[in-house]
């Protein structure tokens, strides 16, 4: 089972509610679909700043990003690593994805967590994979699959 640490360092996540009951309920879904005997995730809702000054320190992106995944070496596990959401990010692209913004954040947190067990897209196969993944997690959360054109 997943257990993770929450830490809020943006007060606008609060309009989501029960964000410890909302991240459960993701991190249940994407252990239904790439399972773990044991594993602790740390999880940081945060604002643009402080994902923006994580994206240039970690990947020299000067840019503020939606979420960002810090895997941990294989001799710190059961720690699994760490997870980083933005808010402004996240919200403005759930609005122009025309999303509800618990789903997306459901959707990110487990991108996230597959990030965290080494999935990438980085190359079309591994994409396929990751998004294969990630739309079976959402879906038995009845949660569209968020890479659909429709």
């Not at 997943?2 to 830490?7: C, E, G, T, V």
């Amino acid at each position: 089972m997943i257990s993770f640490d929450l830490i809020v360092e943006d007060d606008s996540w609060a309009a989501l509610g029960d964000l410890e009951a909302l991240c459960r309920k993701a991190f249940d879904a994407a252990e239904y679909v790439a399972p773990v005997e044991e594993g602790n995730i740390a999880l940081l809702l945060a604002d643009n700043h402080v994902l923006h000054q994580l994206n240039l320190d970690f990947r020299s992106k000067d840019k503020p990003t939606d979420v960002l995944s810090f895997p941990s070496l294989p001799m710190d596990r059961p720690f699994l690593g760490d997870i980083a959401v933005a808010w402004g990010v996240s919200a403005s692209d759930a609005k122009i994805q025309g999303k509800p913004l618990d789903a997306h954040l459901v959707h990110l947190l487990i991108h996230g967590y597959l990030h965290l067990l080494g999935f990438d897209h980085e190359t079309d196969d591994e994409a396929a994979e990751m998004e294969a993944l990630e739309i079976k997690a959402l879906a038995s959360l009845d949660i569209a699959n968020p890479y659909r054109n429709d």
